[in-house]
């Protein structure tokens, strides 16, 4: 708050509700509260709380909305962003692996949250079976944004992932218009990278 990166009241309240200690490998929940990413299974991070409130703020979430996410992780994410979007909106989160998966799902159920599906799959293919989103979210990264995602989204819908090399990324927010994707460079980052066909 105090560098202004938390700028609403939602955004402020999810992570006040949302306690990222359930989302941490047991062995490492003193530091859940440090600003820093930490390792979970499967060689993935969880974000660093700084990193989430940026991609939180940027998707610009409004209460009811259909959310895509790529790459559940552990579920911290998706929780947050469900919790934004209240009991009338629905996160659908994709992870490929599934032990990490199953993970995200025994997290999720120590929440508030109950609007959040894991599934397990190529997240860069999408979930077409919920299609349209008014959001869609990478938590991973990839060259571009992939191709099925980008036609699973709303026309004026957002879509955010890191894009880049596996060494230099930026964190960019694309907007659908009718003659393509509208894109912001939000700064650097440095994630893991997609799995799947198009990582």
């Known amino acids: ?78 929780a947050i962003i469900g919790k934004i979007i209240g009991p009338k909106g629905r996160v659908f989160t994709i992870e490929y692996d599934s032990e990490l998966a199953k993970l995200a799902r025994e997290n999720l159920s120590k929440t508030p949250v109950s609007n959040v599906e894991v599934m397990v799959g190529d997240g860069g293919l999408g979930y077409p079976q919920e299609a349209l989103y008014d959001r869609i979210i990478l938590t991973c990264a990839a060259a571009d944004f992939p191709p099925p995602l980008l036609g699973q989204l709303k026309p004026k819908g957002v879509i955010l992932a890191p894009l880049g090399s596996r060494f230099q990324q930026w964190l960019i927010r694309g907007t659908k218009t009718k003659s393509g994707i509208a894109r912001e460079n939000l700064g650097g980052f440095l994630f893991v990278p997609l799995r799947g066909r198009y990582g």
């Open 1 to 78: 708050m105090r560098e202004g990166i938390i700028q609403s009241s939602a955004v402020l309240e999810a992570f006040k509700s949302i306690d990222r200690a359930w989302f941490v490998p047991e062995g490492l929940r003193e530091e859940a509260y440090f600003d820093v990413p930490l390792l979970i299974p499967g060689g993935q991070t969880i974000s660093q709380p700084t990193t989430v409130a940026i991609m939180t703020e940027a998707l610009k979430l409004e209460y009811g909305m259909k959310i895509l996410e790529v790459g559940a992780g552990t579920g911290y994410q998706a």
